[in-house]
């Protein structure tokens, strides 16, 4: 019977199958030597029982009746492999892995055969989509943008911190050359000069400025890896380290440079006695700066190394805020409006000078910034949940460029004005500092021309219940 | 990404070219109006040898797109989607190039300002501000060219009435200053030549989106009510 599927054209239905290597594909391909007896021993019995009917015909009616009947039997038999094929071929024409076509017989051991196969395929193909999942949740995780390009150089995938700092769309962007939608020149440049032995830097301005470092590395057959790095952070540290060698050299020299221009003068000269107790007079003004600005070195280094602030001490924020309030009014002598507004009876915990000095920090540059006039507000919030100090202010106000670099040692935002008020530029980096051991942040606020708001908050577990009874204090 | 393939691989392809090239013109000026707008706030004079610079290169791109385009309808003979394609990237680097003038006048203005160093302006910073939406705006509009986009390129479109704003407070600014003092004026006159550059780069980036759109709709929306060109991006 030639219907019953011949051994060799299997494998074309397992090529058709699958477009990706398998290694155990084979192994559902080999006929088993027993189904190929069972299909002769079959047969033969097919034949014989058709025999049985066609002799018993022959015997009753004539050689040409059992003729007939065994022709007969044969259609009927061919009829069913025929039927059995067609849903073969049916099936292989649209596979469906849950609907194996089932029949008895020879037929039976060919459809369990395939329906084996279909169901260690799909077990295959559910393994490689896992690894497939696994392997890119992997690439998302990573912490630099990932992208891979063809040959082309068009986007085959990407992760989500690439779409991010390229603003690419992983899914509809695939396809597109990457440089359609990474302009920069320095980027285009880079990845057509084809040398990728280091690394290119670009600026990109989408959502926040950033500063990446890219790296481009060819693998495989023309496919390249794209690598973004952003080292925005780290590029300011290094700004701001060699901003801030300089920076002393310069602060320092300055005072310097004026006393030994007096000394010079005096020594030279002769003077008479009014001009001598003026000149010195300023001599020991530039000498007090030096001696300021050196102090507020030690102190941030102080800061810096010191061992943590104390866990269990409290900080009687009552007693220091009445007592931050009376030094400001001492420092504006009477310019400014003060207020104090404070709710909640919490103390916090934590090391009492470097608190104080720090709020004393703000209050001092609130006053400091405001034209005479002005209002400065204290606010004081605290509960269970945390404190929050907030000194705001009706100043100058500060741009927001300024804002990010406002505690790097020494930054200034308008150099002339904040000497001229006695500022040695590192006042607000000591805070940041006092702050940062204290677990607080420092958030600043403002408008130009309008005034500005520097909050400083506490976490839960620097607050403790205080002392005293009253809740109010205004 | 080629809307239809075309039996020559060849045609795609060049197709391709032209509109990557398009866009490596339009990173090229974007980068030069960021260099522009940063000299005007630093005074930094290594930015603006790098503005006047680029702008021979953008000078460069557009010549050569130029010509590509009139070979492409030369050989090709383009129709539909195609035709429209070419004829807008022939417009778009029009104003890409326009937006390169611009930002070298921004550059030259800058300059001046910062050589005399007599004002304050260096902190004039809505001037940043509006610089920053113009470059966004462009941004954008390259975008959405990229990925033939209607629906971003109509908030382009949108962009740019921000942008006539900013530049009418900024003028309502420099007037204050210069009633305040006199001595200022020819600093706020330059500044007002930079806030008008930078009008200008917007009305630019909002054509390119415009081509946008008439490249995917294949309707001109030049000259159209916003509400009349947002339908038609929808559409």
């Keep these: ?23 155990c594909d084979n192994a559902g391909l080999v006929f088993p030597a027993h189904t190929l007896n069972s299909v002769l021993v079959q047969t033969l019995t097919t034949a014989a029982w058709l025999a049985v009917p066609a002799l018993i015909g022959r015997l009753a009616f004539g050689a040409d009746a059992g003729w007939a009947l065994f022709a007969g ?23 469906d892995p849950g609907d194996v076509p089932e029949a008895s017989g020879a037929w039976d051991d060919a459809f369990a055969l395939l329906h084996r196969r279909e169901r260690r395929l799909a077990q295959e193909r559910q393994r490689l989509a896992r690894l497939v999942v696994r392997y890119s949740q992997a690439g998302r995780a990573l912490p630099d943008g990932v992208v891979i390009l063809d040959g082309d150089d068009r986007i085959v995938w990407c992760n989500g911190k690439a779409e ?29 000069a084809g040398d990728y032995t280091g690394p290119a830097q670009l600026k990109t301005a989408r959502g926040a400025a950033l500063s990446l470092s890219v790296q481009i590395i060819p693998y495989d057959d023309a496919q390249k890896l794209l690598l973004a790095r952003d ?36 020594r030279e000269l002769k003077l008479d006695p009014d001009r001598a107790r003026n000149y010195m007079g300023m001599m020991a003004g530039q000498a007090s700066r030096m001696q300021r600005i050196i102090d507020d070195l030690l102190t941030l280094s102080a800061l810096e ?13 009552r007693a220091v805020l009445d007592s931050l309030c009376a030094d400001a009014e001492a420092l504006s002598g009477g310019r400014h409006r003060i207020s104090l507004d404070a709710q909640g009876d919490w103390d916090l915990l934590g090391a009492e000078s470097e608190i104080a000095s720090a709020l004393r920090n703000l209050i001092t540059n609130a006053i400091r910034y405001s034209p005479a006039g002005g209002e400065v507000r204290l606010i004081w919030r605290a509960s269970a949940d945390g404190a929050s100090f907030a000194v705001e202010d009706s100043g100058v106000g500060i741009e927001p460029e300024h804002i990010p ?26 805070v940041k500092h006092a702050l940062l051991r204290h677990q607080a942040s420092l958030q600043i606020e403002s408008e130009p021309g309008k005034g500005s708001r520097f909050t400083v908050r506490f976490p839960a577990r620097r607050v403790a219940a205080g002392h005293q009874s009253s809740g109010v204090t205004v | 990404m080629p809307t239809t393939e075309h039996l020559s691989k060849q045609y795609d392809s060049d197709l391709d070219a032209l509109r990557s090239r398009v866009l490596q013109m339009g990173g090229l000026v974007e980068a030069q109006i960021l260099a522009a707008i940063e000299g005007f706030s630093t005074g930094n004079p290594e930015l603006f040898e790098r503005v006047i610079e680029t702008e021979l290169r953008v000078n460069g791109y557009e010549v050569s797109i130029d010509t590509d ?18 004829m807008a990237v022939s417009k778009t680097v029009t104003d890409l190039e326009r937006m390169g003038d611009e930002a070298e006048k921004i550059a030259r ?87 008008k550059a930078i009008e200008r780069i917007g009305d630019h980036a909002k054509n390119v989106a415009e081509n946008v759109i008439y490249i995917v709709k294949g309707t001109d929306v030049r000259h159209t009510r916003f509400e009349d060109l947002e339908r038609e991006a929808k559409s």
């Design chain 2, 69 to 86: 385009c009139s070979h492409i309808i030369v050989r090709r003979q383009p129709a539909a989607t195609d035709l429209r394609l070419i």
């Design chain 1, 305 to 317: 190394s010191a061992p943590q602030p104390p866990w269990d001490r409290q900080v009687p924020m």
């Design chain 1, 164 to 192: 991010a700092r390229f603003g690419i769309d992983g899914k509809t962007d695939v396809g597109q050359p990457i440089t359609n939608l990474v302009r920069q020149p320095e980027f285009v440049k880079y990845l057509a």
């Design chain 1, 405 to 430: 670099r406002l505690t790097e040692r020494f930054y200034r935002v308008d150099s002339g004005r904040s000497r001229e008020t006695g500022g040695t530029g590192l006042g607000l980096a000591i």
């Design chain 1, 231 to 266: 080292i925005t952070q780290a590029e300011r540290l290094d700004t701001m380290r060699r901003d801030f060698v300089a920076n002393v050299s310069h602060e320092l020299r300055t005072p310097l440079t004026v006393l030994t221009g007096f000394l010079e003068t005096v």
């Design chain 2, 109 to 195: 203005m800058s300059k001046q300002i910062h050589e005399r160093d007599r004002l304050k302006v260096q902190r004039f910073g809505q001037i940043r501000h509006a610089g920053n939406i113009a470059v966004q705006m462009l941004r954008q509009a390259l975008d959405a060219f990229a990925r033939l986009d209607a629906e971003q390129a109509a908030q382009v479109v949108r962009e740019d009435m921000t942008i006539d704003d900013e530049f009418r407070s900024i003028v309502r600014q420099l007037v204050t200053f210069m009633m305040e003092d006199p001595r200022t004026i020819s600093s706020a006159l330059e500044v007002l030549w930079i806030a």
């Design chain 1, 1 to 23: 019977m030639g219907s019953v599927p011949a051994p060799d054209s299997r494998p074309r239905h397992a090529r058709g199958e699958q477009g990706w290597k398998q290694p």
């Design chain 1, 73 to 95: 039997g044969l259609l009927i038999v061919s009829g069913y492999h025929a039927r059995n094929l067609r849903r073969l071929l049916d099936w292989l024409g649209n596979p």
